[in-house]
């Protein structure tokens, strides 16, 4: 007679046996209690089954004492930025005695108004430089050869009792002067600029000339400094991108060459030094406002 609780017992039931065999409880089964996890045709020795087994210390870490637990990479983990140590920023500082193995100049915090309308929101300003006033030599020198010949020849002419010859004399010197002031005005506008990722030149007044190029597509970068340069700190620039021409190509009369060119070689290979010391300087400088 069936179960109470389940179907009659049927003893022509084709799925009886199944139902008990899958019904059944399953024995534990202790070290002892049979040969079927030893040593047998087709098994190796090997150490016995455990309750934290791909928990413990695995053969591969014996004597290392190092977990054998698997290791998942976390998705949402955040990323680490790699750290930079002491001895790596040591020398990019100067030391108590005010000397260090290179020069690193202040720069601005933030780019003037001038550059900041050609820089894009994720870009990491550098700096922006002038060309050395030796740019300026030449109007410079014409302005006052000028202003001597044009002078001497007004009074000379005042003398004579020439009006009309004296008046050309004057309007002549005023267009050489403005002439003059343009060329400075457009060396005040002239401004060489370093990023993050690349580096600009933005000149002229009335129609502006911006020239760029990625610094992942510098191939080659050297500086040229003639005596006269060596003498008063400048030099030219000159970037080569994968031996083609570029409309930026050669910069000339660009000051501290030397140490432009190390700012701009370490943007190229060394990013993450110089986040890691602009970070710090930011840092000293609001502990001193504090102070």
């Keep these: 007679m069936g179960s109470p609780s389940g179907p009659p017992f049927d003893p022509d039931d084709p799925d009886r046996e199944r139902r008990e065999r899958d019904t059944e409880p399953i024995p534990r089964i202790g070290p002892d209690d049979g040969p079927d996890y030893g040593a047998g045709p087709g098994l190796s020795d090997g150490p016995s089954l455990s309750d934290d087994v791909g928990y413990g210390d695995g053969p591969g870490y014996a004597g290392q004492g190092r977990s054998g637990r698997a290791w998942i990479r976390d998705p949402d983990a955040a990323y ?93 010197w005023f267009a050489v002067m403005g002439w003059v002031a343009w060329k400075v005005a457009d060396w005040w506008y002239d401004r060489f600029i370093l990023t993050n990722k690349r580096v600009m030149v933005v000149n002229g007044i009335v129609t502006r000339k911006v020239a760029m190029m990625p610094l992942v597509r510098v191939t080659d970068m050297k500086y040229e400094q003639t005596p006269t340069g060596r003498a008063l700190n400048y030099g ?23 140490e432009l060119y190390l700012r701009v070689v370490e943007e190229m290979y060394e990013p993450q030094a110089v986040e890691a010391r602009l970070g710090k300087e930011a840092d000293e400088a609001k502990a001193d406002d504090g102070a």
């Design 80 to 172: 680490q930025q790699p750290q930079i140590s002491e001895d790596e920023l040591a020398g990019l500082r100067a030391d108590a005695t005010g000397s260090a193995p290179r020069r690193v100049l202040p720069l601005e915090d933030e780019p003037s108004s001038l550059v900041a309308r050609y820089l894009f929101p994720t870009e990491r300003y550098r700096g922006e430089w002038k060309r050395h006033w030796i740019h300026l030599t030449n109007p410079l020198l014409i302005g006052v050869a000028a202003t001597f010949v044009l002078g001497y020849l007004a009074g000379f002419l005042a003398g004579q009792a020439v009006g009309a010859l004296t008046t050309i004399a004057v309007l002549l």
């Design 236 to 258: 030219t620039f000159v970037l080569e991108s994968a031996g083609q021409e570029q409309a930026l190509r050669e910069i000339k009369n660009l000051p501290n060459p030397n």
